[in-house]
């Protein structure tokens, strides 16, 4: 095993990409920053890395994609291993980082994803999921992306200036429906959590401040909306 380094890394361009799996029956989508550019419509920043998004249960299209290359596993906390033909990675393992040949730096990181019949599931949390229909859409050129809010939710956990200006260029662009969707999902899964009047108040109200894209989302610079629902809820 070897511990994962981002030195190594020379990404492949986003049209090598599109060509190695264009082949597949199965659905994939371009994550990442690069995802939010082709939101976008142009380039809005230099890339690390390019990532591909992938259903677990879909994992071996990845295989067949790339014959011939190296595919290590990002094992959990940080060690990558070789993932071998026709191995089942499991719930827990979500990073693929594949190169052409030992020699070869890194090209292309895949994340695999849940999926329950036709929903997508965020591994992050349960609570956040849509219809696999609507994980992603296909630029006019047939490049199929992830949707920009389904990006950004990702991004949202703890965000880099990187995130902060992949927000910033594609919010203009976010219909009602997706800023919707997005602030409920942020909520549900990154919080702030309830506080039972078991822990010392005398109503429940929400712990910590609200995220900060919030009132960008929704308009709202009190963050209200990030507050469960801008109600009190029940305990």
Request: net charge neutral; glycine share 8%.
């Amino acid at each position: 095993m070897r511990r994962m380094t981002a030195p190594d890394w020379a990404p492949a361009p986003l049209c090598e990409v599109v060509g190695l799996f264009s082949p597949l029956a199965t659905p994939w989508w371009v994550a990442g920053g690069h995802a939010i550019a082709l939101a976008v419509g142009r380039p809005l920043r230099p890339h690390a890395d390019i990532d591909v998004l992938v259903l677990r249960e879909h994992q071996h299209a990845v295989q067949r994609a790339l014959p011939g290359w190296e595919w290590w596993v990002a094992d959990p906390p940080g060690r990558l291993r070789p993932w071998q033909p026709g191995e089942y990675l499991h719930l827990g393992v979500h990073d693929v980082w594949c190169r052409p040949g030992p020699e070869d730096p890194w090209r292309v990181q895949v994340m695999l994803d849940e999926s329950h019949e036709d929903l997508w599931v965020s591994r992050r949390s349960a609570l956040v999921h849509r219809p696999l229909a609507e994980l992603g859409t296909v630029t006019a050129d047939g490049v199929p992306y992830l949707a920009p809010e389904v990006q950004l939710f990702y991004k949202a956990k703890e965000p880099r200036p990187k995130d902060e200006e992949d927000f910033t260029a594609v919010l203009p662009l976010l219909r009602p429906a997706q800023r919707a969707w997005l602030v409920k999902a942020i909520r549900d899964a990154y919080g702030p959590p309830p506080r039972s009047p078991h822990d010392g108040g005398r109503a429940c109200v929400a712990q910590g401040p609200p995220h900060p894209w919030t009132a960008r989302l929704t308009g709202d610079p009190s963050g209200a909306a990030d507050r469960i629902g801008g109600v009190r809820p029940r305990c």
